[in-house]
């Protein structure tokens, strides 16, 4: 194996460390910081550097005129939305859960391709989310029928966010072939921040001013700005570059693991046997849906 495609995996797996390890970032900020606050923050810290690097090497492109709403929408989809229903559903869920729901996203995407972009969906796509379904409730129930230790505000808010990115995955799809994705993630935290600011000073303003931050909340809130924003956002898109989407969304699908591993270790989170089941049909699940067997199609016949 040469040196350079050593370098794309270890980029695909750099992004899946770093985008599990933001679902425990997210606990040690909520200690001190409301969900608002945090993503507000995230987003400051994430645009600041998007534009500073895009602009310096020469990638930021110019919004044209008529595709202002577009990227209104998309920013209402993802930041706006997403991060609100991820946000809150942490605060509100263990991180192995919020993790293993946040991962089923790449399942429902292709379903809204398939009514909204008439493309294929294959009967593998079919099979990979019932079974990833049925992961998700092994995860949820692990410890028997009793919902009373999942909220489900939390399982709610993070349903949320899987269908602002089902919708966010169908708008991007154009803007991408126009703008490169480093222009489109600057723009969309950057009018992410304005969409909530409104939120900000009704919700959680008073409160905020009264924080006085730490060290323990600030570097990982750091992370989340620069690492899983930004960094696992390049490698990711260096990954899909040379391995393509199908091959380094594989890796992505082993998100919710790497976060029960870290939750455990570092928030004392349990990790049981039932709850490593359940992540591993998840798991499972996402790697038979990425197989390619072509079995329906809304493409209308010429």
Do not use: C
Request: proline share 4%; net charge positive.
């Amino acid at each position: 194996m040469n040196k350079k495609l050593v370098g794309v995996y270890l980029s695909a797996v750099f992004a899946t460390i770093f985008w599990a390890l933001s679902f425990v970032w997210y606990k040690e900020v909520l200690v001190l910081y409301k969900p608002i606050s945090l993503v507000l923050m995230r987003l400051i810290i994430s645009s600041i550097l998007l534009f500073v690097v895009t602009a310096s090497i020469g990638k930021l492109n110019k919004i044209d005129r008529k595709d202002i709403k577009p990227f209104l929408l998309l920013s209402f989809l993802q930041p706006f939305l997403y991060f609100l229903g991820e946000s809150y559903g942490v605060s509100l869920t263990p991180s192995t859960l919020s993790a293993v729901i946040i991962a089923t996203i790449p399942l429902f995407s292709p379903i809204g391709a398939f009514y909204f972009l008439k493309e294929r969906i294959t009967l593998m796509t079919f099979f990979g989310i019932i079974i990833s379904i049925f992961g998700v409730a092994i995860v949820i129930f692990h410890q028997g029928f009793d919902l009373s230790g999942v909220n489900p505000i939390g399982i709610a808010f993070l349903s949320l966010a899987v269908v602002a990115a089902l919708g966010y995955s169908l708008i991007i799809k154009k803007l991408a072939n126009k703008y490169n994705v480093f222009s489109i993630v600057a723009y969309q935290n950057l009018i992410g921040i304005f969409y909530f600011l409104p939120l900000f000073f009704i919700l959680d303003y008073k409160e905020f001013i009264q924080v006085t931050p730490t060290w323990d909340v600030i570097i990982p809130l750091l992370n989340l700005g620069i690492f899983a924003s930004t960094f696992a956002f390049v490698f990711f898109t260096y990954s899909i570059k040379h391995l393509g989407v199908s091959k380094a969304n594989i890796f992505t699908n082993g998100i919710p693991a790497v976060t029960a591993v870290f939750a455990y270790f570092i928030l004392g989170e349990e990790l049981t046997i039932l709850k490593m089941v359940g992540i591993l049909v998840v798991v499972f699940g996402l790697l038979i849906s990425q197989m390619r067997k072509n079995v329906f199609s809304r493409r209308a016949k010429q």
